[in-house]
């Protein structure tokens, strides 16, 4: 067998077993569509700036694609962005080697993810994109060594490297001029993916506060006073029998969608995928249906979690279908995802579902890993008394939410009641939640702010003044007679995860919800 057919054969299992990876992960739409949408970038960025020799963005786009979606995503943009951009280019010997070059360069993006972070600051970054730049030109001197010379020896490498080595310095040069301008940019919008639109939790457990005066505040006096004058009651109180309905109907709903290998799709008789499996036991089991809970696929999904927020995720789910949490060593793998200043991915919402993760495998609120995530989640909260997905932009609902509760669970009360003044302030005039106020209001962001509200201890079936009505009640005008909840008003879509989300709020559960719990 020639040299030739020999790295084309390795080239092509290695592309085989990429892609085959990236299948294996069960994307959801969303998170294809990304992916689609990073590699035409990739090959756009290649394309436009092709009048400089080996000066091109495309590494750059493709590494931090790594970096903040992780391995098989960032493989399959870099040897997607390869093979669409050689269209232009032409296609020929080179391109398996330059598609491999660059899912590679993906890889390199999560490894470096996992080792230092996916904020890891403009100019550690900026000198990955470089070393990515020389390794990529490294692989492609192969590519022409194997090819092309005949007669392989070192100094034929050697002269082939020389000859390349001031377009391979260029392309290093252009990747950290590319990295420092646009960089972080590029890292916090795909964080923003990953924290708002692939993965959302419910709200969080938390001891209940006896009074609304427990919200007080030097600045929000006015707003509490509002409240108790209004008689919003404190929450703890047994849920009447009528009440009870709504989510009943949603269970009921979710309990016929099930597939028949236990697990659960984006629609009715869709594929199962870990996403809105874990969703859906979450919310099955706020309502006591643990005995629909998929143990078999749920286990699986515990070997197979390797995202911060895939453990997170299923960490919860486990907890709640009362699984043992160190099952396929996912209680080891979220212990080993949460850094040393006790942050998660140094995300206010991953840190917050992180510390709910802990919480529902055991850990107490006073426990040192508890305490840590908590104290990082109050050092970045905004003066206005909210939270933002990363701790350094604008206060946002869902973000508010989920810090509210995770605070209200390590016991960190004045920070949590913070975080519900502002929810309360930020109410829209329907009764519902935005997702970034002022905004329209659906059904995810108003479950996350019912769970908030009644982890600070506040009822969320009562109507604040100049609302036409109460959240409970918004959520519920979401809901058709046949159960499943609409994510708003305007939108004809009922995917399972929009009802499953909604269902603890509807049973007015917080997480962690463990099965047996009431």
């Not at 192969?142 to 050697?158: E, M």
């Not at 099930?258 to 870990?274: F, L, Y």
């Not at 453990?311 to 396929?328: F, K």
């Amino acid at each position: 067998m020639s040299w030739e057919l020999a790295a084309l054969l390795l080239l092509g299992l290695t592309l085989l077993a990429g892609f085959a990876w990236y299948e294996r992960t069960q994307a959801d739409s969303r998170t294809i569509a990304l992916v689609a949408t990073l590699a035409a970038l990739a090959a756009i960025g290649r394309i436009a700036f092709a009048p400089i020799p080996n000066v091109k963005p495309t590494t750059d786009i493709v590494l931090i694609a790594g970096l903040v979606l992780g391995g098989a995503p960032g493989f399959v943009v870099g040897a997607v962005a390869a093979l669409s951009s050689n269209l232009i280019f032409g296609q020929g010997p080179w391109t398996p080697w330059q598609m491999v070059a660059w899912g590679l360069c993906g890889l390199l993006g999560a490894g470096l993810g996992r080792l230092a972070g996916r904020e890891i600051g403009r100019v550690p970054l900026a000198i990955a994109c470089g070393a990515a730049g020389l390794a990529f030109g490294t692989i492609m001197d192969l590519s022409v060594f194997v090819t092309y010379a005949g007669n392989q020896t070192v100094g034929q490498y050697l002269a082939i490297s020389v000859t390349s080595l001031p377009f391979n310095i260029a392309h290093a040069v252009g990747n950290v001029a590319f990295a420092l301008a646009f960089g972080p940019m590029l890292v916090r919008a795909l964080l923003r993916f990953r924290a708002r639109l692939d993965v959302r939790w419910e709200a969080a457990p938390a001891a209940p506060v006896s009074t609304a005066a427990r919200l007080a505040r030097p600045t929000a006096l006015l707003l509490i006073a509002t409240i108790a004058a209004t008689g919003l009651s404190v929450a703890g109180r047994a849920e009447p029998a009528a009440a009870a309905s709504p989510a009943s109907r949603a269970a009921q709903w979710l309990a016929r969608a099930q597939n028949a290998d236990g697990g659960w799709g984006v629609a009715r008789a869709t594929p199962s995928n870990a996403v809105q499996t874990s969703w859906a036991v979450v919310g099955l089991c706020a309502v006591g249906r643990s005995a629909l809970a998929p143990e078999a696929l749920l286990l699986r999904y515990a070997r197979r979690s390797r995202t911060t927020a895939d453990l997170e995720r299923t960490m919860l789910a486990v907890a709640a279908a009362g699984i043992e949490p160190h099952t396929g060593g996912l209680l080891a793998r979220l212990r080993a995802a949460q850094d040393r200043n006790g942050s998660f991915d140094g995300l206010v919402s991953l840190t917050s579902y992180g510390l709910l993760a802990l919480r529902a495998a055991g850990y107490g609120p006073r426990s040192a890993r508890v305490r840590r995530a908590a104290a990082w989640i109050s050092t970045h909260q905004n003066r206005d008394g909210g939270f933002s997905y990363s701790g350094r932009g604008p206060s946002g609902s869902d973000d508010t939410a989920a810090a509210v509760q995770a605070l209200a669970a390590a016991h960190f009360r004045r920070a949590a009641a913070r975080g519900g003044s502002w929810l309360v302030g930020h109410q829209s005039l329907d009764g519902g939640w935005a997702l970034q106020p002022p905004g329209t209001s659906n059904a995810q962001s108003t479950a996350l702010a019912i769970q908030a509200l009644l982890a600070v201890g506040l009822d969320p079936a009562r109507r604040l003044p100049g609302m036409s009505r109460s959240p409970l009640a918004f959520l519920r005008s979401l809901q058709g007679a046949d159960g499943r909840v609409r994510y708003s008003r305007t939108s004809t879509q009922t995917p399972v995860w929009v009802t499953a989300q909604a269902l603890p709020a509807l049973a007015r559960r917080t997480l962690p919800i463990r099965l047996g719990r009431g």
